[in-house]
């Protein structure tokens, strides 16, 4: 019998180190109950325990409160104990991992060094036999230039081709010797493009390196390798080709003809088998000196040109499908777990327990391509499960059709699948992919999905052709899954696509140009989000609102795909261009009359139009911005929404929700003085992604706008705001809701992306423009290209901006209008934004115009009269001018960061108005700054300081703060060597404001 014992405590001593008290199982299980319901009760509830129980009723009550400490502690120790074999069996997966990783490296080193050690030795090799002949070469560009002009002097009087005759062995000599001059040029230069073949490394035991050609005429393949024979042992064994060339079916030496240096030249007749039935054999004639061969017979080419490439690949050979699978499976573990592409770890994605893992992209690699490897706490077939399923990950998936499944050996499967892709900004087409997917197990356990487009190169059948889309090509993909032990699954995922960058725009190739873009839309998310499920399915991530987890991704989806089928407008969804009336097409304007929108299965409900609606209209414009970083852009239209919106629009879509529509109203491009309210919903993992519900406090214009006067909701999708994220697009889209909206609640999202396009440095002098022209970009003006920002570099980054409105038959012009107007009103407040949070010092750009109205006249007048009146300085030097304008100007153009807080001792303070530079230290605007709290900007020290001497500031009219840091809008810490603070009296000399001087700030 199990018997727990602990300390008696004596009564006035306290513990009694020499007696213990036994407890009984029944005891045990008592009090086992009790922790189980309440696992630290009362002094009440122990009381009431002894006394209801009677088995603890020779237990003293702090007996049983030293049982409750010691349980929770076992508790905690054993949660610890948990965690810590968690953490443990993570970091040994990891270090597995991270091994692995260390042995491709040093295989690709180990290669490099051989290679390099083998053309060391050619070309000494080379430069010796070539001065021993006399010749000289120049290696730039592999020619081969004969010191022997005498004979060609003695021979000028020849016939130009009279040495290539049959019967003059001295004409068979010179094309001996050019021959041999360009073979040597191919073994051991660069007369040729070549690309090291897949899967054919160098090694001790390796055949040798293996290379073939790439943009050449004809085709050709060369290798090199280390053999234990003698070279004129070597030579005799290749020279009888027809030992090792299966397909050599004769050789016949017609004529044999002494040539220098102990050397022949021989006139062969060669016959070749054909390898299938059905082609034609050729016959080739060889000069054996050189080891050149010239094909005789171009008619066999264009007698077999209508015969498919691959005929064992037809779509109804499956033999052939497998074929291609297994090469694909080849390729692609080869640069899954190989050296096939030269990785670049990605920065700022490093290794650990608990972060995404390993992640690498392409260099010098046909294509764009993007490696990442992490650890999951699921199972493998589970992993497979969520990644095959690419529209619940991949957001720019618009849909995956698998048109036929082939069994395949191992359990395996072989698909052949149509893929359509949204394009992610509304400057280029929209693209698609055929491809052939592999799924099958290999003999160590692991579980492979391998995916690769089926072209005219590949074989196997065509796909469905498209007019909407440009089919691009996916290189050997995939993902590899192994077991772990413990538990879980290390996956491997690879993307290597070609995008066909060449039939976008110039200025928007580098966006499918880019190996960061597809590591962060495509190999990343995909990561993510089987780390997503895992931690959900653990119980790891706890949502508020009562939503399931798998609700809340649907929401981020439809919001997604919302936003990406009004970018894209596709014809097959019913979308077709609403032309413009006056004239003007920098915004475009697209309206949706199709049923399916709204009853079809898409992100649309069958009850989403009321009575009154009859279609959807969407606006949507793209422009280039520069030196904007993208995270930096979507945080403060997320957080100053005032700065850009407009109350009445957003009324007029919210009524969309209704019974009753409002009339259509005005843009207003000034925004609204509205309040709102950002409630979380849920966010991913790693804080890449908000899902947020925004309550914006309602407000009417005039009495007739009443009915506007209430509170709206936005459900809202924020993602891409970590500034540290390379190639990450940020993005911003919402829809309008119910104050209390059900899981399956329509959207009608709108909003805007952000993508970056390149980062490069350039000379310093350049042009600091922000915002570019984007016609003329689009027409291929390089001027901009060359532009650089006030610190030598050049961010350039596209917005794409969609926002969508219900309409009916009678209001579709003027809900047309009114897009139109809005969309252009955005379009001026994201330049004036953009102006306002990039970088200032040194940029060429003038400033922001200083307010004339005369309210700020007089604003002016008393901030510089009070601080006179306090301290008996004068605020703008001795020299200062006592005229309104040019006090507003010296202010307003001050070196130090001027700011006004409002002095209310019923709400907390905020900023009424600042100058130039304080606009710049808090990284907003005149009219977005009445939306920061001086609470928010300030640090603890800085409001305990403040708070300090806010009593000698009432009374005295000033004081001075010492050194501290306080917070932009962007939440960038700010650091400041003193910060004045003196009362804003007005001409009656009541208290108006508070004004905040702070001196030699900086960004920290």
């Known amino acids: 019998m199990m018997v727990h014992t602990m300390h008696r405590e004596s009564p006035d001593k306290g513990l009694d180190s020499g007696k213990y008290v036994r407890y009984t199982p029944e005891q045990v299980e008592a009090l086992e109950r009790v922790y189980t319901e309440c696992p630290k009760p009362s002094s009440l509830r122990r009381h009431q325990l002894i006394r209801e129980s009677s088995i603890l009723s020779n237990i003293e009550p702090k007996q049983i409160k030293v049982w409750f400490q010691n349980r929770r502690c076992r508790e905690k120790q054993r949660k610890e104990a948990a965690r810590l074999q968690t953490v443990n069996r993570k970091l040994n997966a990891m270090n597995k991992l991270l091994m692995e990783e260390n042995d491709r490296l040093q295989k690709q080193v180990s290669h490099l060094v051989y290679d390099n050690g083998h053309m060391k030795h050619q070309l000494h090799t080379v430069t010796s036999s070539t001065f021993a002949s006399g010749t000289t070469t120049d290696n730039s560009c592999e020619s081969v230039v004969v010191s022997g002009q005498q004979h060609q002097q003695q021979n000028s009087n020849h016939p130009q081709h009279l040495q290539r005759d049959a019967n003059n062995p001295a004409g068979l000599l010179s094309i001996a010797e050019e021959a041999l001059a360009e073979f040597l040029s191919k073994a051991t230069g660069t007369a040729v493009d070549w690309v090291q073949m897949i899967g054919m490394k160098p090694g001790p035991d390796s055949i040798g390196i293996v290379s073939i050609s790439r943009n050449c005429s004809g085709i050709a393949a060369r290798a090199c390798g280390l053999v234990s024979l003698e070279p004129m042992k070597v030579a005799e064994i290749l020279k009888d080709r027809q030992s090792w060339?299966?397909?050599?079916?004769?050789?016949?030496?017609?004529?044999?003809?002494?040539?220098?240096?102990?050397?022949?030249?021989?006139?062969?007749?060669?016959?070749?088998?054909?390898?299938?039935?059905?082609?034609?054999?050729?016959?080739?004639?060889?000069?054996?000196?050189?080891?050149?061969?010239?094909?005789?017979?171009?008619?066999h080419q264009q007698q077999n040109s209508n015969h498919p490439q691959h005929l064992q690949r037809d779509a109804n050979n499956p033999a052939g499908l497998l074929s291609i699978a297994e090469e694909a499976l080849a390729e692609f573990l080869s640069k899954a777990t190989g050296t096939a592409v030269d990785w670049v770890q990605m920065i700022g994605m490093k290794p650990g327990p608990d972060s995404i893992g390993i992640v690498s992209i392409s260099r010098n690699c046909s294509g764009i391509a993007a490696r990442a490897c992490g650890l999951v706490s699921l199972e493998p077939m589970k992993v497979a499960e969520i990644l095959k399923d690419r529209q619940s990950w991949l957001r720019?998936?618009?849909?995956?059709?698998?048109?036929?499944?082939?069994?395949?050996?191992?359990?395996?499967?072989?698909?052949?699948?149509?893929?359509?892709?949204?394009?992610?900004?509304?400057?280029?087409?929209?693209?698609?992919?055929?491809?052939?997917?592999?799924?099958?197990?290999?003999?160590?356990?692991?579980?492979?999905?391998?995916?690769?487009?089926?072209?005219?190169?590949?074989?196997?059948?065509?796909?469905?052709?498209?007019?909407?889309?440009?089919?691009?090509?996916?290189?050997?993909?995939?993902?590899?899954?192994?077991?772990?032990?413990?538990?879980?699954?290390?996956?491997?995922?690879?993307?290597?696509?070609?995008?066909?960058?060449?039939?976008?725009?110039?200025?928007?190739?580098?966006?499918?140009?880019?190996?960061?873009?597809?590591?962060?839309?495509?190999?990343?998310?995909?990561?993510?989000?089987?780390?997503?499920?895992?931690?959900?399915?653990?119980?790891?991530?706890?949502?508020?609102?009562?939503?399931?987890?798998?609700?809340?991704?649907?929401?981020?989806?439809?919001?997604?795909?919302?936003?990406?089928?009004?970018?894209?407008?596709?014809?097959?969804?019913?979308?077709?261009?609403?032309?413009?009336?006056?004239?003007?097409?920098?915004?475009?304007?697209?309206?949706?009359?199709?049923p399916g929108k709204f009853g079809g299965p898409s992100h649309y409900g069958s009850s989403f139009l009321p009575s009154f609606?009859?279609?959807?209209?969407?606006?949507?414009?793209?422009?280039?911005?520069?030196?904007?970083?993208?995270?930096?852009?979507?945080?403060?239209?997320?957080?100053?929404?005032?700065?850009?919106?407009?109350?009445?629009?957003?009324?007029?879509?919210?009524?969309?929700?209704?019974?009753?529509?409002?009339?259509?109203?005005?843009?207003?491009?000034?925004?609204?003085?509205?309040?709102?309210?950002?409630?979380?919903?849920?966010?991913?993992?790693?804080?890449?992604e908000f899902l947020e519900v925004v309550r914006l406090e309602g407000h009417a214009y005039s009495p007739e706008e009443m009915g506007l006067a209430r509170d709206m909701y936005l459900l809202q999708l924020c993602s891409g705001v970590d500034e540290n994220v390379v190639g990450g697009c940020a993005q911003l889209v919402f829809a309008p809701i119910d104050e209390s909206f059900a899981d399956d609640a329509p959207l009608l999202p709108s909003g805007f992306r952000v993508i970056p396009l390149e980062h490069k440095s350039t000379p310093n002098g350049a042009s600091g423009n922000?915002?570019?022209?984007?016609?003329?970009?689009?027409?291929?003006?390089?001027?901009?290209?060359?532009?650089?920002?006030?610190?030598?570099?050049?961010?350039?980054?596209?917005?794409?901006?969609?926002?969508?409105?219900?309409?009916?038959?009678?209001?579709?012009?003027?809900?047309?209008?009114?897009?139109?107007?809005?969309?252009?009103?955005?379009?001026?407040?994201?330049?004036?934004?953009?102006?306002?949070?990039?970088?200032?010092?040194?940029?060429?750009?003038?400033?922001?115009?200083?307010?004339?109205?005369?309210?700020?006249?007089?604003?002016?007048?008393?901030?510089?009269?009070?601080?006179?009146?306090?301290?008996?300085?004068?605020?703008?030097?001795?020299?200062?001018?006592?005229?309104?304008?040019?006090?507003?100007?010296?202010?307003?153009?001050?070196?130090?960061?001027i700011l006004c807080c409002s002095l209310k001792t019923n709400a907390s303070p905020v900023f009424t108005f600042a100058n130039q530079t304080g606009l710049d230290m808090l990284e907003t605007t005149l009219v977005a700054l009445q939306d920061i709290m001086l609470d928010k900007t300030l640090d603890e020290s800085g409001r305990k300081a403040l708070c300090s001497e806010f009593p000698k500031i009432m009374q005295q009219g000033y004081a001075h703060l010492p050194a501290g840091v306080c917070a932009s809008s962007m939440g960038r810490l700010v650091s400041y060597e003193q910060a004045t603070v003196w009362k804003v009296l007005e001409d009656d000399e009541s208290n108006h404001c508070l004004a905040f001087m702070f001196v030699n700030w900086s960004f920290v």
């Open 245 to 299: 060339l299966r397909d050599c079916r004769c050789v016949d030496t017609l004529s044999v003809i002494p040539a220098g240096n102990g050397g022949t030249i021989e006139l062969i007749y060669t016959q070749m088998y054909a390898p299938y039935f059905g082609m034609q054999a050729s016959g080739t004639t060889t000069d054996n000196s050189c080891e050149s061969v010239v094909v005789s017979g171009q008619q």
């Open 396 to 594: 720019d998936c618009r849909c995956v059709d698998t048109l036929s499944v082939i069994p395949a050996g191992n359990g395996g499967t072989i698909e052949l699948i149509y893929t359509q892709m949204y394009a992610p900004t509304t400057l280029a087409a929209a693209r698609d992919f055929w491809t052939l997917r592999y799924s099958t197990c290999l003999e160590d356990g692991s579980y492979v999905v391998c995916e690769r487009s089926l072209t005219s190169t590949t074989g196997g059948p065509n796909g469905p052709p498209s007019s909407s889309f440009v089919r691009a090509e996916m290189r050997p993909s995939g993902f590899l899954i192994r077991p772990c032990d413990g538990g879980g699954s290390i996956v491997h995922i690879v993307d290597h696509v070609d995008l066909d960058a060449w039939s976008v725009p110039e200025v928007m190739r580098p966006l499918y140009e880019s190996s960061k873009i597809l590591a962060q839309k495509m190999t990343v998310a995909a990561l993510r989000h089987v780390r997503q499920i895992a931690q959900e399915t653990s119980g790891e991530v706890q949502y508020g609102g009562g939503r399931q987890p798998a609700v809340l991704r649907t929401f981020s989806q439809k919001l997604c795909r919302g936003f990406n089928d009004a970018v894209n407008g596709f014809v097959d969804d019913g979308w077709s261009p609403l032309g413009s009336n006056d004239g003007a097409e920098d915004i475009s304007v697209m309206i949706n009359l199709s």
């Open 613 to 688: 609606g009859s279609g959807v209209l969407c606006a949507k414009a793209s422009m280039l911005l520069e030196n904007v970083p993208p995270a930096v852009l979507v945080r403060f239209l997320r957080e100053h929404r005032s700065e850009w919106a407009d109350y009445g629009v957003d009324g007029y879509a919210a009524a969309s929700l209704r019974a009753s529509p409002f009339a259509v109203p005005c843009a207003r491009a000034g925004g609204f003085p509205s309040n709102q309210v950002i409630l979380p919903l849920a966010q991913t993992v790693e804080h890449e």
């Open 770 to 897: 922000r915002t570019l022209d984007l016609a003329s970009a689009l027409e291929g003006s390089t001027r901009q290209g060359s532009e650089a920002g006030p610190n030598g570099c050049n961010f350039r980054s596209v917005v794409t901006i969609a926002f969508q409105f219900t309409f009916d038959n009678h209001t579709r012009d003027s809900v047309a209008s009114m897009a139109r107007q809005y969309v252009r009103s955005i379009v001026g407040s994201i330049q004036r934004v953009a102006l306002a949070i990039a970088p200032r010092p040194g940029s060429s750009i003038s400033s922001i115009s200083a307010p004339t109205s005369p309210e700020a006249l007089t604003l002016v007048r008393w901030i510089s009269r009070s601080y006179r009146v306090h301290t008996g300085a004068n605020l703008f030097g001795s020299d200062s001018q006592t005229s309104g304008d040019t006090l507003l100007r010296q202010l307003w153009s001050h070196t130090d960061a």
